[in-house]
């Protein structure tokens, strides 16, 4: 199996920057087939994509959402195992469960909800104005 383990969240103030980590392991585990991303929800909403870092096979691209884009950069590491999204500009509309996921040979630009194969327990971000 594989599992993931997210660390970093925590508390900020808005235009405050958090850098989030996530550990991948397990028995099933090879870094370059997987597409790393981060996901989030918010109370009472829907957990929604924040931004993806592709597969081996699929160089590495990187996508993002629309409201991130400019404040937010995925990056990896294979060799260790893990994945950072490191947020900047922070704002009260980013307060949520941050969610790191793997997605076994799919593209960061294709990946969804419905797609991912793995999810970590979440970590809290909480932004205050």
């Known amino acids: 199996q594989v599992q993931l383990v997210e660390s970093g969240g925590g508390l900020v103030q808005a235009g405050g920057s958090l850098s989030l980590s996530c550990a991948a392991s397990g028995s099933l585990w090879i870094s370059r087939l997987y597409t790393m991303a981060w996901f989030r929800q918010a109370p009472e909403k829907e957990r929604e994509f924040v931004a993806g870092?592709?597969?081996?096979?699929?160089?590495?691209?990187?996508n993002y959402a629309d409201f991130v884009k400019g404040r937010f950069t995925i990056s990896r590491d294979n060799a260790k195992n893990t994945v950072t999204l490191q947020m900047n500009s922070l704002r009260p509309e980013d307060t949520a469960v941050y969610y790191c996921?793997?997605?076994?040979?799919?593209?960061?630009?294709?990946?969804?909800?419905?797609?991912?194969?793995?999810w970590g327990q979440g970590t809290q971000v909480t932004v205050s104005s």
């Open positions: 996921a793997a997605d076994r040979i799919t593209s960061a630009v294709r990946i969804s909800t419905s797609t991912i194969d793995y």
């Open positions: 870092i592709s597969w081996s096979g699929d160089g590495g691209r990187t």
